[in-house]
């Protein structure tokens, strides 16, 4: 996992990096990278730790890009090389294991603050003097061991910041102590020596809470952002790590790691067991739940001959499994690999808040500096002692550093991205392109390709028709022979038809595919036309015209180049294709959302017209050749609608690329062979709609948590530089304000996404 290659002269690394505490770290961490010769992009997830790096292993390798990073001050490794449960588990460990280094820090900083703050106030609300020198020593004794316990981590990472010339968050932290426990020390010494004529206040105790208080907000943030991202570690739980593979020497299933597995083994799964595997049913009967993929909640049955997906899991009955993918290459590990992938980009308003936080932290010390300036002034002229001058502007610069700490901004956007691609994989929704969670959200209209998307995809021959003196079988051998190495969805239900019948049929001996009209094959010394009326017409003139036939229907028109130059037909298949049981509930439902839907086919008009009716859609194009779609797209788009494009993911691959939005049916097995924006696994047109809410509830937690960064540094910064927030408050409002972020985002598990029951669609 450490490095695999995208293009040929281009490699990609999956690098661990510690010690990211805000968006601010996230960019410096890139910028690092990207000074790195040969680095052509670097992605970095604050939420999980995580930097992804393109380069040119040409110019450069992972441990130089991992050393940058290291230098910049942020321990970077490569991925280690294993199975991604094992990656992520490691992940998972550290990730706890920092938590619980927090919560000791946090457990440490209380029972050092809290004691001698309680009875620091006993004392002044029962009326005693301020100052109690026994109480100031035991304050000096728990500050000191304050700062060093606890503010040797944020110590370690400001030096590796300024070595690096970076100010981090852990700088602002740094400081912010550092000025309240240097003045306290300060004050402390002077009223033992004499120097002030009345005893000035001592912020020792602020010191050691505000570090304790941070360290509560960090072991808080810690767990919620493995509770955010635990998408990728639940999908992996879903893979098993033995099988039961059949071995030629015994003929018995003996259990091997899923490791050892290869294409062509063949597993036993008992009921109960997940399959380890993608592949085909080569004995038994079960019922499987692929809800983890699909989304859909019942189980389908599963027999000889069908297709499995790997992570499923089998019911109640027994089935011998012969695998066609492993590894790599199954649809749990293409989900998983599109998830991190999604995890790891960046929308364009995360873009701009990564901005942002690149010039936060030096923003912020020039305010500390202006603050401290104006509270030297003020208490120059206002205040009888320089202690309470010092006093006042240790506070007001200590509680500006502390409350001004970016954590919240930084997490604000990738908080609620995690959660949403995690609840979107579990419904099958897919997000390749994180640019498309905004895209999805202005969506205005949906156009539907009809073959596979609102249709199933599985056309059957209805009827044939004959013109002139042959027969039923002739008409279907010869439309047979001319589609017969074509892969169109038609071409391949003439052949069945005409093997269902026994039918012999002849091997063209030349063959040429006209996209959108039809084939044109050589039996013999004849030329054999089977598609369109277009295709006929479009290689000479027809000797006759054909009897009508039922609307609805597709027609496939077969006929013979004569050596006149014009065309004979004699003969005619309709072809008609189900609609799904669902569509028609499907596209209601994108309707009552205020979305308009079109349907776009290459079908004849009486066709589309015919299964538009069905599913009660009441704009559609019909006779569109692939090549063609994608300017219809651009009309649409040209006429001011945000469109978004849902097809197969191959032959509407121009309509998809096209769109604002291209959305791509999966078929489970080949999900990395999809174009789409967005993948849905599921065939169901139901996954549209719920795409769409995602995006939509996505898109409002990741607003309101900017708007909760913002407005929380908005107005706590001036508060902070005018001395209405002491440094204990300022420090529990910074806590406060990261995991208010991540606790909105975490909201996303219980936005509703899914259909509604039909009952509410009537």
């Known amino acids: 996992m450490t490095a695999v290659p995208t293009e040929s002269a281009v490699h990609q690394v999956a690098l661990d990096v510690q010690g990211m505490d805000c968006a601010s770290c996230v960019v410096h961490v890139e910028k690092a990278a990207r000074q790195v010769g040969g680095v052509q992009q670097c992605q970095v997830s604050l939420t999980r730790g995580r930097a992804v790096v393109t380069f040119d292993p040409a110019q450069t390798s992972a441990g130089v890009i991992a050393a940058a990073i290291t230098h910049a001050g942020y321990n970077a490794a490569p991925e280690m090389d294993a199975p991604s449960a094992i990656v ?3 992940r998972l460990r550290r990730h706890r294991e920092e938590a619980a280094a927090w919560l000791r820090r946090a457990i440490v900083g209380a029972a050092l603050w809290l004691p001698i703050e309680l009875a620091h106030w006993t004392i002044v609300l029962t009326g005693a003097h301020q100052w109690h020198r026994p109480l100031e020593w035991a304050a000096l004794a728990a500050g000191t ?12 990472g400001a030096i590796k910041g300024l070595r690096a010339k970076v100010a981090n968050m852990d700088c602002l932290i740094a400081m912010g102590a550092s000025v309240a426990y240097g003045y306290s020390l300060v004050a402390f010494i002077g009223a033992i020596l004499g120097w002030w004529v009345q005893p000035p206040s001592l912020y020792f105790m602020e010191s050691a809470g505000l570090l304790a208080l941070i360290s509560i907000g960090h072991y808080l943030e810690s767990r919620a952002r493995d509770a955010a991202g635990s998408a990728i570690h639940d999908l992996l739980q879903l893979a098993p790590s033995v099988a039961l593979r059949l071995t030629g020497a015994s003929g018995q299933f003996v259990e091997v790691p899923v490791s050892q597995l290869k294409s062509g083994d063949q597993v036993l799964v008992r009921p109960g067991d997940r399959i380890p595997i993608d592949g ?26 069908d297709e499995v997906i790997g992570g499923t899991m089998n019911h109640d009955g027994r089935l011998v499994v012969r695998a066609t993918k492993v590894g790599a290459e199954t649809a749990l590990a293409q989900i998983i690999q599109l998830v991190e992938t999604a995890q790891s980009a960046k929308t364009p308003v995360q873009k701009l808040a990564d901005r942002i936080a690149g010039v936060f932290v030096p923003s912020v010390l020039g305010i500390a500096t202006l603050t401290a300036i104006g509270w030297f002034i003020y208490g120059s002229t206002h205040y009888a002692t320089a202690a309470e001058t010092w006093g006042a502007v240790a506070n007001a610069v200590c509680s500006v550093l502390i409350i001004a700490c970016p954590c919240a901004l930084g997490l604000a956007v990738p908080a609620a991205v995690m959660v949403g691609m995690g609840r979107g994989a579990g419904r099958g929704i897919l997000i390749r392109d994180i640019g498309a969670l905004q895209q999805a959200e202005k969506i205005q209209m949906i156009v539907l390709d009809k073959t596979g998307t609102v249709t199933t995809g599985k056309p059957t021959v209805r009827k044939v028709v004959t013109i002139g003196d042959v027969t039923e079988d002739d008409v279907l051998r ?15 239900c003439i052949v069945q038809a005409a093997r269902a019948k026994k039918i012999d049929i002849p091997e063209p001996n030349g063959f040429t595919s006209e996209a959108g009209l039809g084939v044109v094959a050589t039996l013999g010394d004849k030329t054999l036309l ?31 180049k004569r050596p006149d130059g014009k065309v004979e037909r004699f003969g005619l298949l309709t072809i008609a294709d189900r609609v799904k049981d669902d569509s028609a509930q499907a596209i209601a439902e994108l309707q009552a959302m205020g979305l308009t839907v079109v349907l776009l086919t290459g079908d004849n008009r009486a066709a589309a017209a015919a299964v538009a009716k069905q599913v009660g859609i009441t704009q559609f194009h019909a006779d569109v050749r692939p090549d063609q779609k994608a300017a219809v797209i651009r009309r649409l788009q040209a006429d001011g ?13 121009p309509a998809l690329a096209q769109a604002d939005l291209g959305i791509a049916l999966g078929s489970g097995s080949d999900i990395a062979k999809e174009t789409g924006q967005i993948v849905l696994v599921s065939p169901s047109l139901h996954g549209i709609a719920t795409a769409i809410r995602l995006s939509r509830a996505t898109m409002t937690k990741i607003r309101q948590n900017l708007f909760l960064a913002f407005i929380y540094n908005v107005l706590a910064i001036p508060l902070a530089a005018f001395g209405i927030l002491n440094p204990l408050i300022a420090a529990g409002a910074m806590a406060f304000s990261d995991v208010s972020v991540i606790g909105n985002a975490l909201l996303l598990r219980r936005t509703r996404i899914d259909p509604k029951p039909p009952a509410e669609h009537r």
Not at 145 to 156: M, R, T
């Open 478 to 492: 010869f439309a047979a022979a001319g589609e017969l190495f074509s892969e169109h969805p038609l071409a391949k």
């Open 88 to 90: 992520e588990e490691d």
């Open 530 to 560: 089977v598609g369109s009326e277009a295709l006929l017409l479009k290689h000479g003139k027809l000797t006759s015209g054909y009897p009508a036939e039922e609307a609805g229907n597709t027609l496939v028109h077969v006929g013979w």
């Open 641 to 653: 609608h945000k469109v978004a494009m849902v097809g197969d993911g191959i032959n509407d691959a």
């Open 280 to 305: 085909v049913v080569v004995d038994g009967r079960s019922s499987v739940d692929e809800s983890m993929l699909t989304g859909e909640p019942l189980p389908v049955l599963r027999a000889p001959g």
């Open 145 to 156: 061991l304050a700062i060093v316990y606890i503010g040797w981590a944020f110590y370690v």
